[in-house]
């Protein structure tokens, strides 16, 4: 292609072919602008990013392969290997970065301006191949010893990995030997997942357009299915049903405790001992009787009036055996006549109350 590097061009009147080529003869480099600062030393370049780095002016992330105009410079050697320098300029600030080649490590390395981002990581845990360094060259050159042990580490280590290259051999053969079947599979699979995809899309676009909603559904899981289910699940009555089925409750429930059990019993003998002491009474099936205070004492003083006696004496004797009727067959009722327990008087007043039938009544 160079005999073709003339054509096209434009060639003054004046132009001397013994003077050199048109740019030796119009006094400029054929690199134009890029080697304006060439008296200097430097060469302007395209330079490509060799690693990630952040940038110390505006401490932005600068990708790997972003291109930059750089001044190319040379500032020494690595033995017969030139060492250049690289300076360029942040496209998103004013701050400038230098970079320079390490032929020693076959790298860049970071002079100024900028920092590398460190995301490196030893080669040997990951059971990668790793090629020998100059100094273990050497030595393997120079020590028989240490080569015997290095190539006894080779075998050991060859031994351990047998297994696992064995399974990778396989694996390749069994799945990517037949390059038809491999398409076939993936294709098969592929087709399978757009399938469940394209479901998937349905009954969410059918959700979102019963809730009214605009917004992207993640998939579901086993925690949101369960929490769905619990959210699902509804009391079996309302709180209007509630609020009346207490309302019943309470209206239908005595006003007064219940007088069952041992307490209410306890209270009632408290309460018979207090009236016994003002007024006697007679404890029967039926309730208890009360007689007026002047009559009884006027029959109780009365010694020469033997009837009243006798009726005294019969009415402690019954009043006796109610009490053991009443205690062996507490629920049972006796019906007996008013006067073989009370004489008639005019004055007397009578109180009925059946505590037993009461309490189960209102319970």
């Not at 010893?145 to 297994?163: I, N, S, W, Y």
């Not at 399974?167 to 997942?193: I, P």
């Not at 289910?229 to 009346?244: G, H, M, N």
Request: charge should be positive; glycine fraction near 6%.
């Amino acid at each position: 292609m160079g005999e073709r590097k003339g054509q096209n061009l434009y060639y003054p009147p004046d132009y001397d072919p013994k003077v050199g080529g048109l740019n030796k003869f119009l006094g400029t480099h054929a690199l134009r602008e890029r080697a304006r600062k060439l008296h200097m030393g430097i060469l302007i370049i395209r330079f490509e990013m060799p690693y990630n780095i952040w940038c110390d002016g505006c401490n932005n992330h600068i990708g790997m392969g972003v291109r930059y105009n750089a001044e190319k410079k040379k500032v020494g050697m690595y033995y017969s290997t030139p060492v250049y320098q690289f300076r360029m300029k942040c496209h998103l600030c004013d701050n400038h970065f230098e970079i320079k080649t390490d032929p020693g490590n076959l790298d860049y390395v970071i002079v100024s301006g900028a920092r590398r981002q460190e995301n490196r990581w030893d080669p040997t845990e990951n059971g990668q191949v790793v090629p020998e360094t100059k100094e273990t060259q050497k030595r393997l050159f120079d020590d028989p010893m240490f080569r015997l042990e290095h190539k006894t580490g080779d075998e050991v280590g060859a031994k351990q990995d047998k297994p696992r290259l064995g399974k990778l051999v396989g694996r390749n053969e069994t799945v990517w030997k037949d390059d038809y079947e491999a398409n076939c599979s993936l294709r098969r699979n592929f087709r399978k997942r757009r399938k469940e995809l394209e479901e998937t899309s349905v009954n969410d676009s059918l959700l979102l357009a019963k809730s009214s909603l605009d917004i992207s559904l993640l998939p579901e899981t086993e925690n949101d299915r369960n929490m769905a289910t619990l959210l699902s699940l509804q009391p079996s009555r309302s709180i209007d049903e509630k609020q009346s089925l207490t309302r019943l409750r309470i209206l239908n429930s005595p006003a007064l405790p219940s007088s069952g059990g041992l307490i209410p019993a306890i209270g009632r003998l408290k309460k018979e001992k207090l009236l016994s002491k003002n007024t006697p009474l007679t404890i029967n099936s039926l309730g208890i009787t009360f007689k007026n205070n002047k009559v009884e004492k006027e029959e109780i003083h009365t010694e020469n009036n033997p009837k009243i006696q006798v009726n005294d004496e019969k009415h402690m004797e019954e009043t006796v055996k109610d009490k053991e009727v009443n205690q062996t067959t507490p629920n049972t009722s006796v019906i007996r006549d008013d006067k073989d327990t009370v004489p008639s008087k005019p004055n007397s007043l009578t109180l009925l109350a059946d505590y037993s039938s009461s309490g189960e009544d209102s319970g």
